[in-house]
């Protein structure tokens, strides 16, 4: 039974590609569905240690509200005993899953990294100390998040960005469309793919991908799209072969200033009104497939109305955009961008004009650190609670026995540039002190701790910083991504403290030029 009280409380839903909060160490296939298009709103593992309903929502709940979310995982954090580290494409193709489904407004949580604040009697962060039934960081919360704790800027943060500014220029049409899962008869084993369309347009939805596995290519793939009254969109114009790990929309019957296109083999990715009175349709290559805009004769000037379709094949930019005529004389102009151009697209806001970043730049200065102390003797790393199978995160007095370091700054260090501090180590746990206070600290998963030294300027320059790191115990419970968990010492354990450096970014952009001059 829905609890939700009809008319008071509107729900939002959510889909996460890890669940750190999960009771194993094993590789997480319960939320696979996450990347399937289904009828189904709720990922059941969200609060799966708290809540006690399963089955998901009932069809009337469906129908009677909205497909809105507020936690589309763009990310995840870190626990003790799951030690993920996301793919950029694990949040990237989870989202297009979503609004495949139906969604009709996107919610993301966490697409800004945080930090967990001061406890005036405690520390604030989820602690099995404090009863709950795993460990985070005591202060970072970055949650692997697009734009990370301290303004880093992801790969992920480009893929959303690109599936955000579909959303924003074409979303009002899409939410008016309802999600259409292939007939029973039609599923096919090997690949999942959903409609949305309002009966006259919309988009096809392909998802080829799946976190930790690997996807086959899928040969021998041509869509049929059966609309009322009879009419059928088939698409591409020959079959195709679907590439491994792909995922990606194509449009429908889409409507560009009066000229029909009845289908692309391209993604869509934002339009702008040109000055001159044209139209400038920005679309994305689907790598591995060439890329046809098929147009309806009938809506185009001087069109051969004999032929069925006007089929032109595009090339990306910096070729010359594809252009057409509408009936109504205004022109149309399809830009094209590989994959590697289209996560670099961005703009300012819906009516500003699109540009390139370039790629980023960074300035990278080695930082001098002197080892204080070595490794003390091992902390027990199981819980008090007997029941309880899991590894427990370190408590304040298991860095006693910390391997720790001293870490001098440059002298000069300006901070305009926002610095990051970075410490490439292997080990358990690693934590950052600045004059005996954490300012933050570490579960070890395979990436870099980093740590932005802007927010604790100008104490930071001058103060004294050590670096304190546990070492990981070979018999620990604790998952690990494939290729992630660390090489151990005869001893059985593995601790390592292999480079400390700042990286300072440096960032222009370039113009985008819709005619097709670089």
Excluded at 140 to 149: M, N, R
Excluded at 190 to 211: I, K, M, P, T
Aim: aromatic letters at 10%; glycine letters at 8%.
């Amino acid at each position: 039974v829905d609890p939700m009280p009809v008319g008071e409380v509107i729900p939002f839903y959510g889909a996460y590609a890890e669940a750190a909060w999960e009771g194993s160490t094993e590789i997480s296939d319960d939320i696979a569905y996450n990347y399937k298009f289904r009828a189904q709103r709720i990922d059941e593992s969200i609060a799966s240690d708290v809540n006690t309903i399963e089955g998901g929502e009932d069809l009337a709940s469906r129908e009677q509200y909205p497909y809105l979310t507020a936690e589309t995982g763009s990310g995840m954090f870190v626990s003790y005993h799951r030690r993920s580290r996301l793919d950029p494409r694990d949040s990237a193709s989870l989202a297009l899953c979503q609004i495949g489904s139906g969604a009709t407004g996107i919610g993301y949580y966490m697409y800004h990294g945080g930090e967990n604040p001061e406890g005036k009697a405690s520390t604030l962060q989820k602690s099995t100390a404090n009863g709950d039934v795993f460990d985070i960081a005591i202060k970072s919360y970055d949650f692997q998040a697009p734009i990370g704790q301290f303004g880093q800027i992801r790969p992920h943060y480009r893929w959303l960005r690109r599936l955000n500014l579909f959303l924003e220029d074409f979303g009002s049409d899409l939410a008016r469309m309802p999600a259409f899962l292939p007939a029973e008869e039609n599923k096919s084993p090997e690949l999942r793919w959903s409609v949305r369309s309002d009966g006259r347009a919309g988009f096809v939805f392909v998802n080829n991908y799946q976190r930790l596995h690997s996807m086959p290519a899928v040969r021998d793939v041509r869509f049929e799209i059966r609309l009322p009254g009879g009419g059928k969109v088939f698409l591409p114009q020959s079959p195709v072969t679907i590439p491994a790990d792909s995922f990606f929309v194509w449009p429908v019957n889409m409507d560009l200033a009066g000229a029909r296109l009845v289908h692309a083999t391209a993604q869509p990715l934002l339009q702008q009104n040109d000055s001159d009175g044209g139209l400038t349709v920005v679309f994305a290559e689907t790598p591995g497939i060439k890329a046809e805009f098929a147009f309806d004769p009938l809506t185009l000037q001087k069109a051969n109305t004999i032929e069925s379709l006007v089929v032109l094949q595009g090339e990306p930019w910096p070729a010359p955009p594809l252009r057409v005529t509408t009936a109504q004389g205004r022109e149309v102009r399809l830009a094209l961008l590989n994959e590697e151009d289209s996560l670099k697209l961005a703009r300012k806001s819906k009516n500003s004009p699109p540009v390139f970043e370039r790629p980023t730049r960074e300035r990278v200065t080695p930082v001098a650190f002197e080892k204080v102390s070595p490794i003390g003797p091992l902390r027990d790393w199981r819980s008090k609670n007997p029941e309880f199978p899991l590894p427990v995160a370190p408590l304040e007095i298991d860095y006693k026995n910390a391997a720790s370091w001293s870490i001098r700054l440059p002298v000069g260090l300006e901070m305009k540039s926002n610095p990051i501090l970075r410490i490439r180590y292997t080990g358990d746990a690693a934590r950052l002190l600045l004059n005996g206070r954490l300012i933050n600290d570490d579960f070890y998963n395979g990436s870099t701790f980093e740590i932005g030294l802007r927010r604790h300027a100008p104490e930071i320059l001058t103060g004294e910083l050590r670096l304190e790191i546990l070492p990981l115990q070979k018999d620990m419970p604790v998952f690990f991504e494939p290729g992630a968990r660390p090489r151990f010492c005869d001893q059985g354990t593995a601790l390592e403290l292999h480079a400390v450096e700042i990286a300072e970014r440096i960032e222009e952009n370039e113009q985008f030029a819709s005619r097709g001059d670089r």
